[in-house]
Structure formats: C-alpha cells, structure tokens
C-alpha cells in the first residue's frame, strides 16, 4: 500500500477557502453575465473580448457544476 502525503488542516482548510472564493466569484460573474445579457448597453464600458471571455467562463462553470458530482 502506498503511504500518500497527508494535507495539514491548515492546508485543507485554505483548499476550501480558495473552492468557496471560487465558487463566489462565479456567482459574482453569472450576475455581471445576466446584466450583460438582459442591457445590451451595459458591456460599453468592457471591451468587447472581456465581456465574451466573462460570458465563456460561465458558460463553462455552468457546465461543470451541471455535470460533475463535485461541486
């Protein structure tokens, strides 16, 4: 049997901080998207490829929360 390297509690717990910062920086981004998706004129103070790679990134978060047991 392979000895596996044990995280620190101090470590898990920052591991977890970073997921729950995570999964909040998304929620932020899906608000922000839905903005951008209902007023056409709230992107014209983001440059067009910020506001494309804010809608791709949730697009992506939601899948992976869609089809991974894990989140």
């Not at 932020?28 to 839905?34: E, G, K």
């Not at 910020?50 to 992976?64: H, N, P, Q, S, T």
């Amino acid at each position: 049997m392979t000895d596996y390297p044990r995280l620190t509690a101090a470590a898990e717990r920052e591991i977890e901080d970073s997921f729950r910062n995570n999964a909040e920086a998304h929620e932020l981004l899906d608000l922000i998207n839905a903005e951008f998706q209902s007023d056409p004129n709230s992107t014209v103070c983001f440059d067009r490829r910020i506001v494309d790679r804010v809608r791709l990134c949730v697009a992506r978060r939601k899948r992976f929360v869609q089809n991974s047991p894990f989140a």
